[in-house]
């Protein structure tokens, strides 16, 4: 198990070449907005305190993108003497997961405006706000036909088509149904309302993420459930809402992503109240019960989002907040 120990933070400044500069070691702040729509992620971030020359060039137009990559160094793991100094190889996608580490990537995107400001007399900033895909989602379209005896598969596979001139790769996709159109279709449009219809006949979201064209199914999750406690970095207490799911907080972990599952004891969610004057309308005593595996209030109006019993949850928004 990682330990949420000594914070890890890189900030990429990119062309479109991905050639760049990092500002990792100065003092940022940032919030990352993410939910579970069609809608790109946003990021605003605040560099504070920098050079005259490095503001100018990011006011300007040489950088293009950025990217955010946080989580936490760990506890540095104990070697034999012997083992001092031998180069250990890993594999790209294990960077930030082994030996107690637990940092990644939680935010890319295409700089969409900057400008300066000032806190106090003596420190200055530079603010940056991006989105994530937006070039894709504002400017990708689909102008091509299918012949008959297609399906909703290839409808996909030429939405791909349509976003590789901006940098999109395939990335999480459910199963497509076996539909076979028996009439060729001819195609002129946005390619993210093609992909709102593609994603309603497969019955789930989809949302371009990092790079990649994600469409998960609604009723399946992408990765285990993460247990969250004091341990692991949860911070506070779980509460509950009016139907809009349990908030949690916790410390950054990038293994969390949207259509994830988390794990938190359930006994410790706050408990969310009825209104005074859904008490008042009330003629008798309501109840719980429970309902597959989750408690739901009986005979109310107002309608506490309902308590899974086995403490699992699927994640359905993220706000990633920082402060260097």
Same mark, same amino acid.
């Given at each position: 198990m990682s330990q949420n120990w000594m914070r890890h933070f890189e900030l990429q400044i990119l062309s479109e070449n991905g050639q760049g500069i990092s500002l990792s070691d100065l003092k940022v702040t940032f919030n990352i907005e993410w939910t579970d729509t069609r809608w790109p992620r946003v990021g605003l971030v605040k560099i504070y305190n920098l050079s005259k020359d490095t503001a100018s060039r990011i006011l300007g137009t040489e950088f293009a993108k950025i990217k955010i990559i946080a989580g936490y160094d760990g506890l540095a793991p104990e070697y034999a003497a012997a083992d001092v100094g031998v180069v250990r190889n890993i594999s790209e996608e294990d960077v930030g997961h082994v030996a107690g580490t637990n940092y990644g990537e939680i935010f890319s995107g295409d700089i969409r405006f900057t400008v300066t400001g000032r806190d106090n007399p003596t420190d200055t900033y530079v603010l940056i706000q991006a989105i994530d895909g937006h070039?894709?989602?504002?400017?990708?379209?689909?102008?091509?036909?299918?012949?008959?005896?297609?399906?909703?598969?290839?409808?996909?596979?030429?939405?791909?088509?349509?976003?590789?001139?901006?940098?999109?790769?395939?990335?999480?996709?459910?199963?497509?149904?076996?539909?076979?159109?028996? *009439?060729?279709?001819?195609?002129?449009?946005?390619?993210?309302?093609?992909?709102?219809?593609?994603?309603?006949?497969?019955?789930?979201?989809?949302?371009?993420?990092?790079?990649?064209?994600?469409?998960?199914?609604?009723?399946?999750?992408?990765?285990?459930?993460? @247990?969250?406690?004091? *341990?692991?970095?949860?911070?506070?207490?779980?509460?509950?809402?009016?139907?809009?799911?349990?908030?949690? *907080?916790?410390?950054?972990?990038?293994?969390?992503?949207?259509?994830?599952?988390?794990?938190?004891?359930?006994?410790?969610?706050?408990?969310?109240?009825?209104?005074?004057?859904?008490?008042?309308?009330?003629?008798?005593?309501?109840? @719980?019960?429970?309902?597959?595996?989750?408690l739901t209030v009986n005979g109310t109006l107002q309608q506490p989002s309902s308590i899974a019993t086995d403490g699992v949850y699927i994640v359905k928004s993220i706000d990633y907040t920082g402060d260097t």
């Amino acid at each position: 198990m990682s330990q949420n120990w000594m914070r890890h933070f890189e900030l990429q400044i990119l062309s479109e070449n991905g050639q760049g500069i990092s500002l990792s070691d100065l003092k940022v702040t940032f919030n990352i907005e993410w939910t579970d729509t069609r809608w790109p992620r946003v990021g605003l971030v605040k560099i504070y305190n920098l050079s005259k020359d490095t503001a100018s060039r990011i006011l300007g137009t040489e950088f293009a993108k950025i990217k955010i990559i946080a989580g936490y160094d760990g506890l540095a793991p104990e070697y034999a003497a012997a083992d001092v100094g031998v180069v250990r190889n890993i594999s790209e996608e294990d960077v930030g997961h082994v030996a107690g580490t637990n940092y990644g990537e939680i935010f890319s995107g295409d700089i969409r405006f900057t400008v300066t400001g000032r806190d106090n007399p003596t420190d200055t900033y530079v603010l940056i706000q991006a989105i994530d895909g937006h070039q894709a989602f504002l400017y990708a379209s689909m102008i091509t036909t299918l012949s008959a005896g297609y399906t909703v598969a290839d409808v996909h596979a030429a939405v791909l088509d349509s976003c590789k001139p901006f940098g999109i790769t395939q990335g999480i996709t459910g199963e497509f149904p076996p539909t076979v159109f028996p *009439r060729g279709r001819s195609f002129y449009h946005s390619t993210r309302d093609v992909m709102d219809n593609v994603a309603a006949q497969c019955g789930a979201s989809w949302q371009f993420v990092s790079g990649q064209l994600n469409m998960i199914p609604t009723n399946k999750y992408i990765h285990e459930a993460i @247990e969250l406690n004091s *341990r692991t970095g949860l911070i506070g207490m779980p509460q509950q809402t009016m139907g809009a799911g349990v908030n949690v *907080r916790c410390l950054i972990n990038p293994n969390i992503r949207i259509n994830g599952l988390i794990g938190i004891n359930q006994a410790s969610v706050y408990r969310a109240s009825l209104s005074n004057d859904e008490v008042k309308s009330l003629p008798s005593r309501v109840s @719980e019960t429970d309902n597959n595996g989750n408690l739901t209030v009986n005979g109310t109006l107002q309608q506490p989002s309902s308590i899974a019993t086995d403490g699992v949850y699927i994640v359905k928004s993220i706000d990633y907040t920082g402060d260097t």
